[in-house]
C-alpha cells in the first residue's frame, strides 16, 4: 500500500506500509520528492527491494534519487542497500558513528565517495532547491540515531520513536484514539528506549520545530498539534530503559 500524505504541487511525500513478507516484521518505508529528484528514507532489507523499487517507480523513477537517508545500523532499515546503490547515483547518509557497518550492508566498492558520514550534531541536505534536517536523535534507539525533519511538509520522520506493533488485522494509518493507542506502543518503548533523560532531552528539542505529523517507522502516524503534542508529551514522561529494569531488580546473576 502506498499513500501520498501531503502534496502542495511541487513537494510530494509518499508513505510505503505493506511491503513486508508474512511474518516479517511490518516497516514503513517514506519518499520525499520535490520537483523530479527524491530523498529515499531507511528503505529496509534485501527482500524489500524488488518491491520498494518497483513501487517508488510510480512516482520517481529511482535514477532522480538524490539521497537515500539511513536513520541507523538495524538491518530492516537499509540492509538492502546495495541493490540502490547499482540502480541510482544517490549519496548515502548514514550516521558517522556506524559507517563500519557499511561494509555490511553493501559492496564497499559501490559505496565509495557516495557516503555523507552525518555528524553527531546533525546536519542539513538540500536536493533541488529544497532542505531536509538531519536531527541528533541519540539513543533513541541506537547509539548513533538520526531523525529527519522535512520544513516543507512539516513533517518529523521518527524512526523507532513512536514505533507501534498493530495487529494484523487492525492495522491502521494514523491514530485517532491516543490513548487507545498506547498498548501498542508502551512495552517496545519501554524495553528499547534507554532513559527518560534522553527522552525529556527529544521532546525539548522536537517543541522547537513547527510538525504537523510525526511518522515513525512502524506503525501509525500521529497527525494534527494535537495528536502530535499528545505524543512528545508521552515520550516527555516515558517511564524505560536501564531505570526501569534496575527498578525491577533484573541485574542478578541467574539462580
Not at 538495524?74 to 561494509?103: H, K, M, Q, S
Not at 524512526?159 to 494484523?168: E, H, R
Not at 524495553?191 to 520545530?209: D, I, N, T
Request: proline residues 6%; contains cysteine.
Amino acid at each position: 500500500m502506498a499513500e501520498i500524505f501531503y502534496d502542495d504541487g511541487v513537494h510530494k511525500c509518499v508513505r510505503f506500509d505493506n511491503l513486508a513478507g508474512e511474518g516479517e516484521v511490518q516497516a514503513n518505508q517514506f519518499l520525499i520528492i520535490h520537483g523530479d529528484a527524491g530523498v529515499l528514507l531507511d528503505p529496509g532489507g534485501n527482500r524489500m527491494f524488488s518491491k520498494l523499487s518497483a513501487a517508488m517507480a510510480e512516482y520517481l523513477p529511482p535514477q532522480k534519487l538524490a539521497y537515500i537517508v539511513l536513520t541507523h545500523q538495524d538491518p530492516d532499515v537499509g540492509a538492502g542497500l546495495n541493490g540502490y546503490l547499482l540502480i541510482t547515483e544517490a549519496t548515502i547518509c548514514f550516521p558517522a558513528i556506524w559507517l563500519r557497518f557499511i561494509p555490511s550492508f553493501c559492496s564497499q566498492s559501490l559505496a565509495e565517495q557516495r557516503v555523507l558520514a552525518v555528524p553527531d550534531e546533525g546536519t542539513r541536505i538540500r536536493f533541488a532547491d529544497a532542505e531536509l534536517i538531519l536531527l541528533p536523535a541519540h539513543f533513541l534507539h541506537s547509539a548513533g540515531n538520526l531523525q529527519v525533519y522535512d520544513p516543507a511538509s512539516k513533517t518529523l520522520f521518527s524512526g523507532d520513536l513512536g514505533a507501534s506493533l498493530l495487529p494484523p488485522d487492525g492495522r491502521y494509518v494514523r491514530v485517532e484514539d491516543f490513548d487507545a493507542h498506547v498498548q501498542y506502543m508502551e512495552a517496545f518503548h519501554q524495553r528499547y528506549m534507554p532513559s527518560p533523560a534522553v527522552c525529556r532531552q527529544w521532546a525539548e528539542m522536537v517543541r522547537g520545530l513547527e510538525i504537523e505529523r510525526i511518522v515513525p517507522q512502524h506503525g501509525a502516524m500521529f497527525e494534527g498539534r494535537e495528536m502530535v503534542d499528545r505524543f512528545i508529551d508521552w515520550v516527555a514522561n516515558l517511564d524505560c530503559g536501564v531505570e526501569r529494569m534496575i527498578a525491577q531488580g533484573v541485574y542478578r546473576i541467574p539462580s
